[in-house]
Every structure is written in structure tokens, then in C-alpha cells.
């Protein structure tokens, strides 16, 4: 792998005595490194001080107020059941951790050294003999072993698919763990098992994993929980005598001693908590918002800050999700009629102020975007599945072209219906064959998207189709999500500027009936089964920039969504009593680094009692 800079011994053969591993190097003649990233080395050297967005001379102390969507009920972040709290990840160490300035490198936290195979077929951690849980149990290997098996075994499908190329692992010592990898075609594979959250063995032996809980759950890292108001509040407080506070890469992070995730069903009461004071910082999702609802004394003043952090990730897909499990909505002439009733630039104008750009591509903003037509590697990737893709995979170019007007696309649109043999009957589109009405529902649980999807609603309905708007509280959409009880809903597949595995878990034949799978649309394609597996074993950035692309033009010739929009940077209003370093991390926004700044956060209590 590139990230290891030492000269690397070549493969020995399998000794009698089991002293070398019959798949790749012997353990002895593997350096143990720092870090370790996908393609490139990592920035920062084994010596490093801190992160280079962090400040570690950075006051700690203070309280940051944060608005959380709808309900909970259960502190246990890793199962199917339940509506787990904001904020949970923050209690947990993993064994490593990524930095936001770099593309995909992984920096030890619980691991002291990491050896990996130079042929990718296993790789050994070494724990920090100084980490321990909150209640003083010491990190171990058995901790990580039973924290692997426990997700992989009865945590949400996702940890499955994730960790699918792992055939086992095994504490070696009290500090030692090694995994073996089925085979070596993943590349980021031993990243991901860095992001591995470890639990305690201790703790959970004899509790019931898969049950939904209300307790304080016992972790490593820089936080715990101190406060829990089932539904309504939950906070965590900084821990003192946390093991890893001094580590180069924590030294300026975790800076706020408490930090409270208030709920509110309604994102405009959320709004209105922060213009009150009542809450510390706003990520506004809102273009509307951003544009006229801080409009007021506090922001002139500079009391309310509002702050565009920019985000260097692929855009990745927002967009409203068909679900190809739906008799009605299984042809892809049905869905890309679909997405002609949907006028972005409309939307756009009149409800969200010229904010956004139309997302075209799944890898949308990057490299790995399709455009044009397919170039000789993509159609290396293609031309074997010719027979099974449609022509227009081939000789139409990206993005797909289709009528600026909303009327010629209409036009468009009932072609395709009426190819599939729908027509429309007085004012109503029905199934010639059976006689049926073709109706829609779009499942939605934040009001705030009613709005947005009501122009979507009246398109349809000049095609004759019967759609509705179906708002339901948080608990109940989850529940239909799992049971994949909907027509259509908003998703979004995030990307990385390194996707691997978590496609499978997107778009694989193998996640499309697994309940809670983020495989929403119910994709099952053995070419898109293919190409998942060409980009997870892609041992280069051409080469996953290539089946990247080959995806995705297979997938938008698929029309599972309708995409949206997307925004370059995230959005957050915030209290002017937090301070953070200039320039913000490339790739992520990191508001572990920020901190209360107290001469300020004096003056907008003060200003804050003056009002009352």
C-alpha cells in the first residue's frame, strides 16, 4: 500500500511451523506505521503536533446549544430498532480516525501501530496500552474482536455489507488484534475496519445488543452522557480525565464541556428557538431561511453570525427515491417520466431564491462524474454487459438531454406512460390493461418539504396521475423505510472522494430486501452488482475514478431517482460567542475544533438577560 514509505519485503511462501501467513507477508516484515491512506501517503508524519485546522491552544469550557430533528428513543446507535439520539457517535473511540483535510486517510486513535500486508490480504492493530472506557476498563483486543462481531452479527445490515471482505478476527495479545481478509480486491478495507467503534465487552455481555435502551451507555471517548429526556433533550459532557485527550490528534478538539441536542418536531420552532436565544448554532438546510428569515437587529449587529464552511466532498445525490419494488414504477420509461415532471428550475427560482445547482450524477461536483459519452476504459468496463444495458448506456451522452420548458416535457413524459400502456381517461392516467388509476405517494416526516413537493404534485396531475402528500412523525417513517412501505421519499447517498464499499449497501441485488439497507430504490442488477465490485477493487485513483463513472452513467439510465439539487458548503448560523481556526479543513467541516470563546459568550449572555 502506498501510505507505508519503508521498503517492504517481498511475499515469503507459507513456512511449516506457521510462521509466515500463507496469503502475503510475514507480520515481522511489515513496518508498523501511524496512518495509513488510500492511495497517496499520509500529510502529516508519525511526529506530528495536531491537526493543521486545529488550535491547541484553545480555551475549553462553555455550552453549545444544537436543535435535533423529531424524537428518540433508544441510545443504542448501531441497531435496526428504534429512533436513536443526535450525537451518540461522540461518546464511542474507533480505531481510527480520518483528518478533513485529506482525501481518505486514516490516523491511529485507539491504535497505537498498524501493520498492513503490502498484498492487502490482513492487517494487525496495536492499542494504546493508555486507552480505557469511562469506567477505567482498560481498551483490549477482546474489545475489539467483540465489538467486530457484535455489529457485523446483530448490528443494522449496514455493518454487514461494510464488512462483508472480512473472514475473521482474532486477539493475537491483550493489545493485539489481527484481521484477515477473504480476499484482497477492497482497497479501503482496512480503512474502514479504522472507523470500527469499539465497545466494551465488559458492559455489554450481558445485556441484550439487539433491544432498544434509554441508558447511559458506556463508551471511550471524549464525551458521555449526562442527560436523557426521552423524546425531547439528551446531553453529553466533556470527560475530564479522558484517556485520549492529549494525543497529537486531539490536541485542540473537543473544547466544549457540554454539548445539548434539543428536539423539536417543527423546523420553524427550531428557527425560532435560536432567533430567541435558546439555542447556539442552526445547520440551515433552507435556502428560503438563509435568504430572508435573518433579517434581523442580531445579525446586523453581528450578534448572529451566519457562515458558509465549504465542503470539498462530491456533492453525491439528493433527490426523491422511487422505489422499483412498486409493480407501477418497475419500468424506467415510468421513472424518467417521472423526473420530467419535476421542474427544478422553477423551484429553484421561486422557492429557493437561485440557490442551488441541479444535480445531474450520483459522484456529482467530482471527478468521478460521468459526462459525454462513455471513454475506451468505461466502455473496457461496459462493453461486456452490452446486451444487458440499454442502448442508450452507449450512444447517448451525459447529462441526459431533455426539453428546458415544462410543457414539451410533459409531452415527453406521457409518451413514455402511454409506451409502457398507460393513457389518460377523463383527466386520469390509468393502466389500459387492467383499468386502474396510477396513483403516488410521497413519504415525507419534515413539513418543511411539503412546500417544495407541492409544484411536483401539480405536474403530475397534468399527467393525469393522483398524488399525494403523506407527513408522518419521525418514529413512523423509519418504520415504513425499513419495511420499504412507500412510493416515494427524499434520500441522499452521500459520497466520499473515495467511495468503496458502502455502495454495496446503495445499490446491490444483495441489500435490496434488507430491512434498513440504504439500497432505497430496490436496485437489483448484476451489472450494477459488477460495477460495485469494480470500483471496491480498484487499486488505483484512475481506476476508481473509471468504474466510478461507469456506475453512475449505468445508474442514471436507470432513473431510480429524480434528483434535486446541491450546494457546495454548509450552511450555519451561530451565537457570536464561538471561535474557530481560519482556514476551515478542505474535504469536511470539523466543528470539534471550534470552542467558546468566554469574553464573548459573557456579552451575549449579558445581551441575552437584557431582553427578557
Excluded at 443494522?156 to 481478509?181: C, G, N
Excluded at 479522558?242 to 457540554?258: A, E, F, K, V
Excluded at 458502502?502 to 441489500?511: A, G, L, V
Aim: overall charge negative; charged content about 25%; glycine content about 6%.
Amino acid at each position: 500500500m502506498a501510505v507505508i514509505t519503508l521498503a517492504l519485503a517481498a511475499p515469503l511462501p507459507a513456512s511449516a511451523d506457521g510462521q509466515f501467513n500463507d496469503t502475503g507477508t510475514a507480520p515481522g516484515d511489515v513496518p508498523t506505521v501511524h496512518a495509513i491512506a488510500l492511495y497517496d501517503d499520509p500529510a502529516l508524519p508519525a511526529d506530528f503536533e495536531h491537526l493543521p485546522y486545529a488550535n491547541p491552544e484553545a480555551p475549553r469550557g462553555g455550552t453549545l446549544r444544537r436543535a435535533a430533528n423529531g424524537s428518540f428513543d433508544s441510545t443504542n446507535p448501531f441497531i435496526i430498532q428504534g429512533t436513536p439520539a443526535d450525537g451518540l457517535n461522540q461518546i464511542y473511540d474507533t480505531l481510527m480516525e480520518s483528518s478533513a483535510d485529506e482525501p481518505f486517510t486514516m490516523y491511529g486513535l485507539l491504535a497505537d501501530g498498524i501493520r498492513l500486508d503490502p498484498e492487502r490480504h490482513w492487517m494487525e492493530i496495536d492499542l494504546r496500552p493508555e486507552a480505557h472506557f469511562h469506567d477505567g476498563h482498560s481498551v483490549t483486543a477482546e474489545d475489539v474482536v467483540f465489538s467486530f462481531r457484535l455489529l457485523r452479527d446483530k448490528g443494522s445490515p449496514f455493518y454487514r455489507a461494510y464488512y462483508a471482505s472480512v473472514e475473521s478476527v482474532s486477539a493475537l495479545d491483550e493489545r493485539t488484534v489481527r484481521f484477515e481478509f477473504s480476499n484482497n480486491q477492497s482497497r479501503e478495507l482496512p480503512l474502514i475496519l479504522g472507523q470500527l467503534p469499539v465497545l466494551p465487552k465488559h458492559y455489554w455481555r450481558e445485556r441484550d445488543f439487539t433491544r432498544t435502551t434509554l441508558d447511559k451507555l458506556l463508551g471511550s471517548g471524549p464525551y458521555e452522557i449526562a442527560e436523557i429526556d426521552p423524546g425531547r433533550r439528551i446531553v453529553y459532557r466533556r470527560v475530564a480525565d479522558y484517556w485520549g485527550r492529549d494525543l497529537p490528534l486531539n490536541r485542540g478538539r473537543y473544547n466544549i464541556d457540554r454539548l445539548v441536542y434539543d428536539y423539536f418536531r417543527d423546523q420553524s420552532v427550531a428557527l425560532e428557538a435560536f432567533m430567541a436565544g435558546a439555542l447556539d448554532m442552526r445547520i440551515e438546510s433552507s435556502a428560503k431561511n438563509w435568504a430572508t428569515a435573518y433579517d434581523t437587529p442580531a445579525v446586523e449587529d453581528g450578534v448572529i453570525q451566519r457562515v458558509i464552511v465549504p465542503d470539498g466532498q462530491p456533492a453525491g445525490m439528493q433527490g426523491y427515491v422511487i422505489n422499483t419494488r412498486r409493480a407501477q414504477l418497475g419500468d424506467p420509461r415510468v421513472r424518467r417520466a417521472l423526473g420530467l415532471a419535476f421542474d427544478f428550475d422553477w423551484v429553484n427560482r421561486h422557492l429557493f431564491y437561485g440557490a442551488y445547482q441541479r444535480t445531474e450524477s450520483y459522484f456529482q461536483n467530482s471527478e468521478m462524474a460521468a459526462r459525454g459519452l462513455p471513454g475506451d476504459d468505461e466502455l473496457a468496463l461496459l462493453e461486456p454487459y452490452r446486451d444487458r444495458l440499454p442502448a442508450t448506456v452507449f450512444d447517448r451522452p451525459l447529462p441526459i438531454a431533455q426539453p428546458e420548458a415544462l410543457r414539451p416535457r410533459l409531452r415527453k413524459a406521457l409518451e413514455l406512460l402511454r409506451q409502457v400502456g398507460y393513457d389518460v381517461r377523463d383527466g386520469t392516467l390509468v393502466n389500459l390493461e387492467t383499468g386502474r388509476p396510477f396513483t403516488l405517494e410521497f413519504l415525507l416526516y419534515d413539513s418543511q418539504w411539503e412546500r417544495i413537493t407541492q409544484p411536483f404534485v401539480r405536474n403530475l396531475e397534468r399527467l393525469g396521475i393522483r398524488s399525494k402528500i403523506r407527513v408522518v412523525d419521525v418514529n413512523q417513517y423509519l418504520d415504513r423505510l425499513r419495511r420499504f412501505q412507500f412510493d416515494m421519499i427524499v434520500g441522499s447517498f452521500p459520497q466520499s472522494a473515495n467511495p468503496g464499499n458502502e455502495q454495496r449497501n446503495f445499490w446491490t441485488s444483495e441489500y435490496a430486501d434488507v430491512p434498513q439497507s440504504r439500497n432505497l430504490a430496490g436496485v437489483k442488477d448484476p451489472v450494477v452488482d459488477a460495477l460495485v465490485d469494480e470500483l471496491i477493487r480498484a487499486d488505483s485513483r484512475e481506476k476508481l475514478d473509471t468504474a466510478s463513472r461507469a456506475l453512475d452513467r449505468v445508474l442514471r439510465w436507470g432513473f431510480y431517482v429524480v434528483p434535486q439539487w446541491n450546494f457546495d458548503g454548509t450552511r450555519v448560523a451561530v451565537w457570536n460567542k464561538f471561535a474557530h481556526p481560519r482556514p476551515f479543513p478542505r474535504y469536511t467541516p470539523d466543528f470539534s475544533v471550534w470552542w467558546v470563546d468566554p469574553e464573548r459568550a459573557g456579552a451575549i449572555a449579558a445581551r441575552q438577560r437584557g431582553q427578557e
